[in-house]
């Protein structure tokens, strides 16, 4: 029904920088929130940032003024703009679209399948 699919995950160095992006593709109608999250080996899962349709952000303190989210309604796709990257950075981090309206299904939200971020010299 719906697809997240992630790219832009990688091998960066401290100090270094990488783009995420996120697309939703499938019967969409709208999506109401669309979020970065990540999971470190032996951490739980933790949201990044998030973006609202209208384009309200909001960010774990960590990351503030290091990270930018931005969205392209049209094209159902947001991206993680990643400056000033530690090592406590690295993650995989996956992509979230919550309340998805679709044609002939119920209001959900949906998962991408992650992709690695690894911060290392």
């Known amino acids: 029904q719906v697809q997240l699919v992630e790219s832009g995950g990688g091998l960066v160095q401290p100090g270094g920088s990488l783009r995420l992006s996120c697309t939703a593709s499938g019967s969409i109608w709208s999506i109401a929130a669309m979020a970065w999250y990540r999971q470190a080996p032996g951490k739980q899962r933790e949201l990044v940032a998030a973006?609202?349709?209208?384009?309200?952000?909001t960010y774990e303190d960590s990351v503030k003024g290091r990270f930018t989210i931005s969205r392209d309604n049209a094209k159902n796709t947001i991206y993680l703009e990643m400056n000033s990257l530690v090592p406590e950075d690295t993650a995989v981090y996956y992509c979230n679209a919550d309340r998805v309206l679709i044609t002939n299904g119920p209001i959900r939200g949906y998962w991408g399948q992650g992709t690695q971020v690894t911060v290392s010299s």
């Open positions: 973006i609202s349709s209208g384009g309200s952000t």
